[in-house]
């Protein structure tokens, strides 16, 4: 048939096993596999023929893999072959049978057609009678809040009515329209005006309850309204007006009312009218009642008596003032479940008051521009405000920078007579606005910037001299020699000064501190460098190290030495001591700190030591020069010698002096002394050795060249026996005459009190007299 030849056709391109002989006729059957081929694989969802191949390929041979794979692929040929052929008349007699299909379709559509009518008709209907139920329901809202919105308008009608019979009834109390009390000759005793003030301010503290009830339900009956119809009702409007009115008429007599209880001390009133206050959430008038009334008139008049000289004066009279007249009032807002803490009197009414008056008489008070001054009155406020926050109860023990480093940590502290009872209560304290703007006039970066101009400028023109100047003044550090130190140490101590610290600026004064190390280390480490370049690219200040001795460079040493003791002893103590205030974890990262600035000056002092001693090597190295001489001194016809060359007696001569000298035994200790001595006889003992060993390489050269050019020019074989082995060369007396200048040298040394042979250098140029050939 034609797909079996077509199948045919295509699988003839694959190999085919051949046919088995009768002897393996009863063997496997021809489409067998072996037992490592599970062709039931293929169909299965996971299957992956790369996975498939790399994993039996590990064990099978590609050539066998790829034999049963085309065999397997030519099984399932022959199988699908065999499904054609099977159900072939079927599949041909298929297109036969389909016979006006098309009517068929249109007969079985006609139902569906009828039901989805009829469902669209029904969702219809029940959409329609769903859109009536939601407007049903919309407009039963819409009534209920109206009906709300009704209730409100009612009660608010009801409100402002109670309100304004309220407001009616307080003129029958005794006071007149300035606040002050009325007594009549009815009522002479002083119990009767308390008690009509007390049933004043209980009024009004009830009308101001109703108040705030007013304003409650106005505000949602009018958002109601706006929801609901989109525009404001005439009702409400007028309703407004009245409450406007009737809010003007309560905010005058409650004020009132308020006046006579300061004016009378009457904490019952205060209680009542704070209450009122605090209902109607008019918090802020009652600050300014009581900061234009009571605070205002004495600031400004205790202010504008006082000179700048006397701002210590003007604190004291304030907080005299406080303690009498404000204390009774900041204790009612302060009480305890009273609902009062939303007042600030603190804050926005002595505050403000003191603040305005400062800005107005004494505008020149926040000036930094006169830092002793600026200082002063900075501390003064600080003070004040430590007053005010009574956080501390008697600091006459402590000193000013100490307390207010105390005042200024917002550590947990145990609070006392004061005005803010809580730590709470401080942290509301200095987040009102006013207290943020009155430490704003402070301005203590310009302040730092004017203390940095002033005490770095010192000490750079110190370190700018070109001269190597001794202080004269040995009263500020009696210890230190040099001016530039001591500029350093008098800089370092302004920086924790108490009339130059400002505590909340300690970071930039510690790291000012350290910049003066730095500078001074680099002043130091300058010069040295200036001295080896012998002049060239100096920088200023730097100029003395050129020609500078080495009791120059004693002097620096001395004085490291000092400022390093000063460093790691007293100076960081009193540095702690400033920041006790701080927790442990910040005093013990400033001392590491402080130590680390030292270990700067500790690394300075042994290039110190280090050029002190070049500058001794170099005195001593000239008398060296005198071994370019030895070869003329010593000809072919003179004799061994015997004594040491004159060199070698004052080879040493400037180490001597200079540790024999007054300076060194002064200002340097004995172990300074011993480091120097044996580094400085080390590094002569290495220059003589390579200078000797070099001329001695020298003159064995010239030697075989000489002997070289006589043999040449000898024409004799006899000639050369003439020369005798046992003569003495020019070379071997070089040698003995280094020997005796290096046991003359080794003598020297004696006199130091060293052994030689613990030099290690000095053992080499002894081995020259046995290598010299």
């Not at 064990?59 to 794979?69: G, H, I, K, Q, S």
């Not at 290039?607 to 030895?630: A, C, M, P």
Request: hydrophobic letters at 40%.
């Amino acid at each position: 048939m034609f797909i079996s030849s077509s199948i045919s056709v295509i699988t003839s391109g694959f190999p085919h096993r051949a046919p088995r002989s009768a002897s393996v006729f009863f063997s496997d059957p021809y489409d067998s596999h072996p037992l490592w081929f599970k062709p039931s694989f293929f169909p299965s969802p996971g299957f992956d023929s790369e996975s498939f191949i790399s994993e039996l390929r590990t064990f099978v041979a590609f050539d066998t893999l790829r034999y049963e794979l085309r065999s397997h692929l030519a099984s399932l040929n022959r199988e699908l072959v065999d499904l054609i052929n099977r159900d072939y008349a079927d599949f041909v007699n298929l297109s036969a049978k389909l016979v006006d299909i098309d009517s068929t379709v249109v007969r079985m559509r006609a139902p569906h057609l009828d039901l989805r009518e009829k469902i669209n008709g029904f969702r219809g209907s029940v959409e329609d009678a769903i859109s009536g139920v939601r407007s049903e329901l919309r407009q039963r809202s819409n009534a209920a809040d109206a009906g709300e919105v009704l209730e409100l308008l009612l009660d608010a009608f009801h409100g402002v009515s109670k309100v304004e019979k309220l407001i009616k009834v307080l003129p029958s109390t005794p006071f007149d329209s300035m606040g002050r009390s009325c007594m009549s000759d009815e009522n002479p005793k002083q119990q009767d005006g308390t008690a009509m003030r007390e049933t004043q301010s209980t009024l009004l503290e009830r009308i101001a309850c109703e108040m705030n009830r007013l304003k409650f339900y106005m505000a949602h009956a009018q958002v109601s309204i706006v929801h609901l119809l989109h525009h404001n009702l005439p009702f409400i409007e007028k309703m407004e007006k009245r409450i406007q009115s009737a809010s003007v008429l309560l905010d005058a007599s409650l004020g009132h009312c308020f006046i006579d209880g300061l004016n009378n001390s009457d904490t019952s009133v205060l209680y009542n009218c704070l209450r009122a206050y605090a209902a109607t959430n008019n918090t802020k008038n009652a600050e300014e009642i009581f900061h234009t009334t009571i605070v205002a008139p004495f600031t400004h008049k205790i202010i504008a008596r006082e000179t700048s000289a006397g701002a210590a004066g003007t604190s004291g009279d304030i907080k005299h003032f406080i303690a009498k007249d404000c204390k009774m009032l900041l204790e009612v807002s302060s009480t305890e479940k009273s609902g009062l803490h939303v007042f600030n009197f603190l804050a926005n009414s002595i505050l403000k008051e003191v603040l305005s008056a400062i800005q107005k008489v004494k505008p020149g008070a926040f000036s930094p521009g006169r830092p002793t001054e600026f200082l002063k009155n900075y501390k003064a406020s600080l003070d004040f405000l430590a007053y005010l926050e009574g956080r501390v109860t008697d600091l006459t023990s402590f000193s000013e920078l100490d307390r207010m480093a105390y005042q200024l940590s917002h550590v947990t502290c145990a609070f006392c007579e004061g005005y803010c009872p809580s730590s709470s209560a401080v942290t509301n304290f200095r987040a009102e606005a006013i207290y943020v703007e009155f430490m704003k006039q402070w301005n203590v970066g310009v302040y730092f910037s004017l203390r940095f101009q002033e005490i770095a400028g010192s000490l750079d023109s110190a370190l700018t001299s070109a001269s190597l100047d001794s202080d004269s003044d040995k009263k500020s550090s009696p210890n230190l020699i040099i001016r530039q130190s001591v500029t350093l140490l008098e800089c370092l101590r302004s920086c924790w000064k108490e009339d130059i610290l400002v505590f909340c600026a300690a970071d930039k004064f510690l790291r000012l501190t350290f910049q003066h190390l730095s500078r001074y280390c680099n002043w130091v480490l300058s010069a040295v460098n200036a001295r080896k370049s012998n002049g060239g690219s100096l920088s200023p200040g730097c100029e003395w190290a050129v020609s500078a001795t080495a009791e120059d460079f004693v002097y620096v040493i001395h004085d490291v030495n000092c400022l390093l003791s000063e460093v790691r002893g007293d100076y960081v103590e009193h540095i702690s001591h400033y920041l006790s205030p701080c927790s442990s974890e910040v005093l013990d990262m400033v001392r590491k700190s402080m130590l680390q600035g030292a270990e700067s000056l500790q690394n300075v002092l042994a290039l110190l030591n280090k050029t002190i001693i070049e500058v001794i090597v170099d005195k001593s190295v000239e008398h060296l020069r005198q071994l370019k001489g030895i070869t003329t001194t010593l000809m072919m016809n003179k004799p061994l010698p015997v004594r040491h060359s004159p060199y070698a007696v004052g080879l040493l001569r400037p180490l001597k002096a200079f540790l024999e000298g007054d300076k060194v035994t002064h200002y340097l200790t004995h172990e300074t002394r011993e480091e120097l001595l044996l580094c400085t006889l080390t590094e002569i003992t290495k220059q003589y050795y390579e200078l000797a060993a070099k001329h001695v390489s020298e003159e064995k050269i010239k030697e075989t060249l000489l002997q070289k050019h006589r043999q040449n020019a000898q024409k004799r074989a006899s000639a050369a026996s003439c020369v005798s082995d046992h003569n003495e060369t020019g070379t071997d007396k070089m040698c003995m005459q280094l020997f005796l200048d290096l046991q003359e040298y080794g003598r020297n040394i004696s006199v130091f009190g060293l052994n030689p042979e613990d030099i290690p250098s000095y053992c080499s140029p002894l081995a020259m007299r046995y290598t010299c050939g």
